[in-house]
């Protein structure tokens, strides 16, 4: 879902509060998918509009603690390092002495000359100085800013890098945490191999870049007028943006006319510290098949000055803007939306399509970032699901029904659940412009509405997870167990937090049989997986 951004997610949920992203991340990555929308060319870097950095500053002068005596290293030393590995924040895994340092801007199988920036009792951070011997997987990062931004956690990574290295994270992840037999290719043990889990190659795009559709660009001004961006790392300071490599090139070409727009209107940027100013965020949305793009203003407040001028010049410079609405949001807090959303001009949504299914829009709803690849994960969810069109389908946190109406089109019946009421209006909405009438969705935690339906005699030939970042309820995973379902389909954007379930579900007489790594967030370091279960 990482995400960089599934960022937590609401994964498919109308978002009304939250952040969105994986309210599970990314990203994580996942970098939150809110904050750091773009990457810019300019470099400008520009903090919120009166906004001190004095609060930031602060927080790095804390005070140090004494060295730690017997480590193979001290704090500022220099040594040369072999990366052995790399973590699940992309950071190269080296040693010196047996001793951990984690490399940001490392990769496994180089030689780095590292300067050791902070240790701890069991690892420590190094600064990458020099790299002695390269990886055949290093490349030179496109992004002007890519050490600035943070968005993109691996872009000096060839692509063909990339997906390997996803597969083995979530590899990694089953039989460390999970405990789990995994197949390994060169085995020779068949014994091993007869009921190991299979882990695909990771399924990559054809063109890595340039898929998002979705961007959220915080707004501060400079002497020049309004500038907007990202977060530069660890700090509220705005890095001012003219294209982003990952976003999609409309949602680029949208924020740098509403900035070009409002500066010249005299449209103030929200102030962090005083809690002045009007324009806070701007937000894009982008349907891939359709064409049509919604543009959201988040404000401080209802009155914009220059309303009618500002909507007229909008209009005029992007004629395929169908949807302009503002977003209220008062609250000095860094969550993007405020409860209060209204049409300024055109539709209140925008429509586009997965695969053959069509779906609404709207400000706040969440709708996966990357379409291109979001096809590509749910035609392997419903692949694993393994559907005649005669069994009965529970999709577990259903969100605004995404992969409920895939399913639909292949099963007798599907009944999808989720906790967020907003989630199912859409969910609801969506099924009804698609008339499709087999599909069921019921507000509440999964764990109490599963075993209800069963009360009321529904019996679940498959069972379909979709979770946030933490995993599943325990009890969800209880009530899974007592509907014996003869399969179960897990959708996870969390290596780690899949392995830990899966482990429950195997204990519990199922059996792991294939997990396939997807890239939904190129150049960052999250992955989503579909695993498929048997009942054993």
């Known amino acids: 879902m990482s995400n960089t951004n599934r960022s937590g997610r609401g994964k498919n949920r109308r978002n009304s509060a939250a952040p969105q992203g994986k309210g599970k991340a990314s990203a994580s990555r996942q970098p939150s998918q809110s904050t750091r929308p773009s990457t810019s060319q300019s470099g400008k870097e520009v903090r919120p509009h009166g906004a001190s950095l004095s609060g930031v500053r602060s927080k790095g002068r804390a005070r140090e603690s ?70 055949p997987d290093r490349v030179s990062a496109p992004c002007p800013i890519y050490d600035q931004c943070g968005g993109c956690q691996i872009q000096h990574m060839s692509y063909a890098g990339q997906l390997a290295w996803k597969r083995q994270l979530v590899i990694d992840n089953l039989q460390r945490i999970g405990k789990l037999n995994v197949m390994v290719e060169d085995t020779t043990n068949k014994e091993n191999t007869e009921h190991a889990i299979r882990v695909l190659p990771t399924m990559g795009m054809d063109e890595p870049w340039r898929y998002r559709n979705k961007a959220q660009v915080p707004i501060g001004v400079t002497e020049g007028g309004l500038v907007g961006g990202f977060y530069a790392k660890g700090s509220h300071r705005i890095i001012d943006m003219e294209t982003c490599l990952i976003q999609h090139e409309h949602n680029d070409e949208v924020v740098a006319k509403v900035k070009e727009i409002g500066s010249h209107l005299g449209i103030s940027a929200y102030n962090e510290e005083t809690g002045r100013g009007l324009l806070r965020h701007v937000v894009v949305k982008k349907a891939f098949r359709t064409g049509e793009m919604m543009l959201v203003l988040v404000t401080n407040g209802r009155d914009i000055q220059h309303k009618d001028e500002w909507i007229g010049s909008i209009r005029e410079a992007i004629p395929q803007v169908a949807s302009i609405c503002q977003n209220v949001n008062k609250k000095q807090t860094n969550v993007i939306f405020g409860d209060e959303t209204r049409v300024l001009w055109g539709r209140d949504v925008i429509y586009d399509f997965i695969g053959d299914v069509q779906f609404a829009i709207s400000p706040r709803s969440f709708y996966q970032v990357n379409p291109v690849q979001t096809e590509v994960l749910y035609g392997k969810t419903v692949e694993y699901a393994g559907l005649s069109g005669k069994e009965t389908v529970i999709d577990a946190y259903c969100g605004i029904g995404t992969i409920s109406l895939f399913l639909a089109q292949h099963a007798d019946q599907v009944y999808g659940v989720e906790i967020v009421p907003e989630a199912i209006e859409d969910a609801r909405s969506n099924a009804m412009l698609n008339e499709m009438r087999n599909v069921k969705f019921e507000v509440g935690a999964s764990e109490d509405v599963i075993p209800r339906w069963k009360e009321q005699g529904i019996e679940a030939d498959v069972i379909v997870v979709d979770p946030p970042r933490k995993g599943c309820d325990p009890r969800l995973l209880d009530t899974i167990l007592e509907m014996k379902p003869e399969r179960v389909v897990y959708v996870s954007c969390n290596p780690s937090t899949l392995a830990r379930d899966l482990r429950v579900l195997e204990d519990g007489g199922y059996r792991t049989v294939e997990v396939t790594p997807v890239d939904m967030f190129p150049h960052t370091v999250h992955v989503e997986s579909v695993a498929m279960l048997v009942r054993e």
């Open 66 to 135: 004494a060295p730690i005596e017997g480590l193979p290293v001290s704090k500022n030393e220099e040594t040369v390092i072999e990366i052995i590995g790399m973590n699940h924040d992309g950071e190269g895994v080296g040693r010196a002495d047996g001793y951990t340092l984690f490399v940001q801007g490392a990769l496994p199988g180089e030689t780095v000359r590292v300067r050791v920036m902070k240790t701890k009792k069991q690892y420590g951070y190094a600064k990458l100085l020099e790299i002695v011997k390269a990886s």
